[in-house]
């Protein structure tokens, strides 16, 4: 088969699989957040960390039925907990559920689970408050996968949707990952790893121009809002391959800001970093289904931070743009 590399040519990527395995997980392991415990609700936990492709509900129970609903989408963890400290902010303006899954099954059936979970959800409750979505890291990818693979685009009708740090493209550190046979061999432990290729015939379902229109089809740009970190080890905006610049651009969106640096949160750890959860609190507090919750509130020690933000990043010389 021509596409084996020579032996002594394929041990320096055989050597590197475990490692590219491991980086390309996307999200830390944070300790695991009790607090929803003390709400009377023993169970809620422990279906968050079964991560059984289920929607879980976690919100305090209330006679309010016509809130808005909030959907989490975690990361490529084990600990779907990270997203806890979102939980306990929001969970009194918004009926709040996780998916929870296991990130460790195929990108397109966790897709395929998440939309048979919303028509699920949709047909209880309709979400008459509406619907938003925020997705972390690696879970842009399982529901931009999602929205393409769906037959029914009206179940996102009214959707708007925010993306911390995705990997969209792709993730920087999945670059490496061209030959076929070490695709097949680190898709065996790690199937973040190869949806997360800029390469590739997936790359190009999901991240191209038909994949992408059918996306903004459901998910309409001006309800989309994409929240990055300044050098992010995972982003592609430094690529110079137009392809994977046009893919880059198409997952953004064209609603982008970018957290400085200087500001310290990264990745990993952006779900439990106080300023990263406040610039999430600005952009949920100007979405319409949250206009009317009330002044916003800021980690004391982030002032005017949102000042430093800025858009579509690299957009003046990639030579991309929205949907090809």
Known sequence: MKFFLKPWRQLPALAALGLVGGLLGGCAVVPANQSLLKDGQPGVLKAVMERKDRLVHLSRPADDDHKPALLLLHGATDDPTEMMDIVQEWRGTYDVFLYSYNYHEHVQTLATRLVDELKRLKAKNNFPGGLTIVTFSYSAIVFRTAVIQADDPALFAGVSLVQL???????????????????????????????????????????????????????????????????????????????????????????????????????????????????????????????????????ANAPGIFAHTRLNPGAENSGAGLVQ
């Open 165 to 299: 740090v995705p990997t969209a493209g792709g993730s920087f550190l999945a670059r490496s990952l061209r030959n076929p046979l070490v695709v097949f061999l680190v898709s065996l432990t790690s199937q973040p790893s190869t949806a997360e290729r800029p390469y590739g015939r997936f790359a190009e379902e999901i991240w191209g121009g038909a994949g992408s229109k059918k996306f903004y089809a459901a998910i309409p740009p001006e309800r989309m809002h994409t929240i990055l970190i300044e050098a992010d080890e995972h982003s592609l905006a430094g690529v110079k391959n137009l392809q994977i610049q046009a893919h880059y651009h198409n997952g953004l969106g064209p609603n982008v800001v970018v957290i400085p640096k200087s500001f310290g949160v990264t990745h990993d750890y952006f779900p439990t970093n106080p300023v990263g959860r406040a610039y999430l609190r600005k952009v949920l507090e100007a979405l319409p289904a949250t206009a009317d919750n009330g002044p916003a509130t800021t980690p």
